[in-house]
């Protein structure tokens, strides 16, 4: 007996198998049958029981009632907000200029560009007469 883990890309799924292994005699190669024992819990890793069995009542009463501690209080939750929102001003503030920088580099290029061609064309007269 073997435990087989797949995953299941549809729905992002982990499930997990207890294969057992048989020689078929019939076509000469062995076997194996499977029955899924649950799914994986990507978080902890543990195996959650799926199926007409599903957990047992022992079971269900061991998992723990979840408490308020872990949750944010309102206005703890309006500070994280408002820092979000803070922080979000400040880099919309910095792209904008780092967009006017690319812009004033843009410009500076293409005036470059301009002088250059002046000076090609310059040198290229005074070849052409010299």
């Given at each position: 007996m073997a435990i087989i883990k797949q995953y299941h890309?549809?729905?992002?799924t982990?499930?997990?198998y207890e294969s057992v292994s048989y020689w078929d005699a019939e076509k000469g190669q062995s076997r194996s049958k499977r029955r899924v024992i649950g799914k994986l819990d990507p978080v902890t890793g543990e195996i959650i029981p799926?199926?007409?069995?599903?957990?047992?009542?022992q079971e269900k009463s061991e998992e723990p009632t979840p408490s308020n501690e872990n949750i944010p209080s309102t206005d703890d939750r309006e500070q994280k907000i408002l820092q979000l929102e803070l922080t979000i001003t400040s880099q919309n503030q910095k792209i904008k200029e780092l967009e006017n920088m690319v812009e004033m580099y843009r410009k500076t290029i293409d005036h470059i560009s301009t002088l250059s061609a002046k000076i090609r064309t310059e040198c290229s007269a005074l070849t052409d007469k010299g």
């Open positions: 890309k549809d729905t992002d982990t499930y997990v799926t199926g007409k069995r599903g957990r047992t009542k």
